[in-house]
Antibody, heavy 119, light 110 residues
Framework: QVQLVESGGGVVQPGRSLRLSCAAS????????MHWVRQAPGKGLEWVAL????????YFADSVKGRFAISRDNSKNTLYLQMNSLRVEDTAVYFC????????????WGQGTRVTVSS | QTVVTQEPSFSVSPGGTVTLTCGLS?????????PSWYQQTPGQAPRTLIS???TRSSGVPDRFSGSILGNTAALTITGAQADDESDYYC??????????FGGGTKVTVL
């Protein structure tokens, strides 16, 4: 079955770290670029980060640059988002998605994992 | 910083046609922005409707179409149905690996 499954969300205090994972199955993970997109409660979608198929290129939204890192392990068919120095405004549902290339739209989405940053 | 603009809301009658637009706070949207459109209902993951201006995703009904209209990207729903009631987001490629979403349009079918 072709799917993406996020995990790793939870409640964390401001300033702490959290790592999200996105497990891919049913397709050739190593052939696709991968994105993280988030949605704060009651708000719209916000693109967060993008990694190329081989992990050599990484791109970030200004709102997370320098705090978040994106990586992938193609041997494990898994995408990661390392979130450091978390802020209250990082509270959101985080979705992973795949795209054929960095200039292609996301064509498949995971169901999301919720991150709450609160003291 | 360039902002991607969308109408906050739209209402359409069942069977009617509605065109949502996606613009830039500065400049015009063209195909080089690879505009894409997503549909989302509350509590669900987004669903990809349109990529690269006008390429319909697999399984998307042909009542959804994408285009460039003037200086904006556009999503047209022709023959709206009740289950088209959703939030619709456009996304533009800004270059250098950066994508930006619009604020979304809430479509009501009534």
């Amino acid at each position: 079955q072709v799917q993406l499954v996020e995990s790793g969300g939870g409640v964390v205090q401001p300033g702490r770290s959290l790592r999200l994972s996105c497990a891919a199955s049913g397709f050739t993970f190593s052939s696709f670029a991968m994105h993280w997109v988030r949605q704060a409660p009651g708000k719209g979608l916000e693109w967060v980060a993008l990694i190329s198929y081989d992990g050599s290129k990484k791109y970030f939204a200004d709102s997370v640059k320098g705090r978040f890192a994106i990586s992938r392990d193609n041997s494990k068919n898994t995408l990661y988002l390392q979130m450091n120095s978390l802020r209250v405004e990082d509270t959101a549902v985080y979705f992973c998605g795949r795209s054929a290339s960095p200039v292609d739209a996301v064509d498949m989405w995971g169901q999301g994992t919720r991150v709450t940053v609160s003291s | 910083q360039t902002v991607v603009t969308q109408e906050p809301s739209f209402s359409v009658s069942p069977g009617g046609t509605v065109t949502l637009t996606c613009g830039l706070s500065s400049g015009s949207v063209s195909t080089r922005y690879y505009p894409s459109w997503y549909q989302q209902t509350p509590g669900q993951a987004p669903r990809t409707l349109i990529s690269s201006t006008n390429t319909r995703s697999s399984g998307v009904p042909d009542r959804f179409s994408g285009s460039i209209l003037g200086n904006t990207a556009a999503l047209t729903i022709t023959g709206a149905q009740a289950d088209d009631e959703s939030d619709y987001y456009c996304e533009l490629y800004m270059g250098s690996g950066i994508w930006v979403f619009g604020g979304g349009t809430k479509v009501t079918v009534l």
